[in-house]
């Protein structure tokens, strides 16, 4: 009982880093998701992905690119990490009945 | 500026109290959901509303879809410290695209 998985739960970069957050959901979903969390803005779409091969930004897609490897993984990277990226970031995936499942978060520092 | 405004920000209320939050747009919704997140976890969805004007009882939380289906309200009866948390609403204005607002935080003392 799976569900969402997400890595890693805690990162710290420098300003100018990159890194890839990794995604995998075992339900056999279509569609996945990657939100931003920061304190009193609720939950911000950076990109989407309605189906495998298909991928589409959201609120707050700058300094973001996504992979949809597969049906099962989706990955976020930060290319030059910059203190505005600091966050709690969360996957989700979603079936035909419009019910999103979370991933536990992953709380990235960037300093 | 987000697509759902959500009101209040935070809620403190005793053990016993009723509340209601709101989450509103001038944006029409496919659906609408509510969610409930506990500190270091991702949000758990509590319900879903689809027709305007539709009402859904989940034990003492009652949610309220507007007839324009701009909007809701999560009414919540005798609150419990068990209700603590941050609640979301979040609204698919394109199939299986969802936007959340920016949460109700409440906490219910003993």
């Known amino acids: 009982n799976a569900g969402v998985t997400q890595t890693p739960k805690f990162q710290v970069l420098k300003t100018g880093q990159s890194m890839t957050l990794q995604c995998a959901q075992d339900?056999?979903?279509?569609?996945m998701y990657w939100y931003r969390q920061d304190p009193g803005m609720g939950l911000r779409l950076i990109y989407y992905?309605?189906?495998?091969?298909?991928?589409d930004k959201g609120e707050v897609p700058n300094g973001y690119n996504v992979s949809r490897l597969n049906k099962r993984e989706f990955s976020l990277r930060l290319e030059s990490a910059a203190p505005s990226q600091t966050s709690v970031y969360f996957c989700?995936?979603?079936?035909?009945?419009?019910?999103?499942?979370f991933g536990s978060g992953t709380q990235l520092s960037v300093l | 500026t987000q697509l759902l405004e959500q009101s209040p920000q935070f809620l403190s209320i005793q053990e016993g109290e009723n509340l209601t939050v709101y989450c509103n747009s001038s944006?029409?919704?496919?659906?609408l959901q509510w969610y409930r997140q506990e500190p270091g976890e991702g949000p758990v969805l509590l319900v879903t509303?689809?027709?305007?004007?539709e009402v859904k009882k989940l034990k003492r939380l009652t949610f309220q879809f507007g007839d324009a289906r701009k909007d809701s309200s999560l009414h919540i009866t005798a609150a419990q410290p068990g209700d603590t948390g941050l609640y979301l609403c979040?609204?698919?204005?394109?199939?299986?695209?969802?936007?959340f607002g920016s949460g109700t935080k409440l906490n219910v003392k003993p």
């Open positions: 944006s029409v919704f496919s659906s």
């Open positions: 979040a609204g698919t204005p394109h199939f299986n695209k969802f936007y």
């Open positions: 339900m056999n979903h279509n569609s």
């Open positions: 992905s309605a189906s495998e091969g298909t991928t």
């Open positions: 509303v689809v027709t305007g004007g």
């Open positions: 989700a995936s979603s079936g035909v009945f419009e019910k999103l499942f």
